[in-house]
Nanobody, 114 residues
Framework: QVQLVESGGGLVQPGGSLRLSCEVS????????MVWSRQAPGKEREWVAT???????YYADSVRGRFTISRDNTKNTMYLQINSLKPEDTAVYYC????????WGQGTQVTVSS
C-alpha cells in the first residue's frame, strides 16, 4: 500500500526548531522528486521545498536559509528541519509525491506562538 505519513509537528515558541518527518511506504523514496508544502489558516497551500532523486534541493524564498529538506533512503523517510521559526510559519505541513498519482500525506500541524 502506497502511503505517506507525516509527524513531528507541535507547538513551538518563535525562534524555536522542529524536525518534521514523512515516512513513506509502497515505493522507494529515492526514485522520486519529493515535496514539502504547507497551508496556513485561511490561505492556499504553498510549496516549501523539493528534493530530487540526486539530492538536489530547492526552497521557497520565504524559508530558504531556515528550512532544510533531506531524506534517509535506508529508512524511506524524508525530513524537514525547521529553524528560527516565525509565527507566520504556522501551518499544516504536508509531504507530497507529485508523480504517478500526486500522492499526499495527512499533514502535521506546526504552531508557532509565545
Amino acid at each position: 500500500q502506497v502511503q505517506l505519513v507525516e509527524s513531528g509537528g507541535g507547538l513551538v515558541q518563535p525562534g524555536g526548531s522542529l524536525r518534521l518527518s514523512c515516512e513513506v511506504s509502497g515505493f522507494a523514496l529515492a526514485t522520486y522528486n519529493m515535496v514539502w508544502s504547507r497551508q496556513a489558516p485561511g490561505k492556499e497551500r504553498e510549496w516549501v521545498a523539493t528534493i530530487t532523486p540526486t539530492g538536489t534541493t530547492y526552497y521557497a524564498d520565504s524559508v530558504r536559509g531556515r528550512f532544510t529538506i533531506s531524506r534517509d533512503n535506508t529508512k524511506n523517510t524524508m525530513y524537514l528541519q525547521i529553524n528560527s521559526l516565525k509565527p507566520e510559519d504556522t501551518a499544516v505541513y504536508y509531504c507530497n509525491r507529485p508523480a504517478r498519482g500526486n500522492l499526499w500525506g495527512q499533514g502535521t500541524q506546526v504552531t508557532v506562538s509565545s
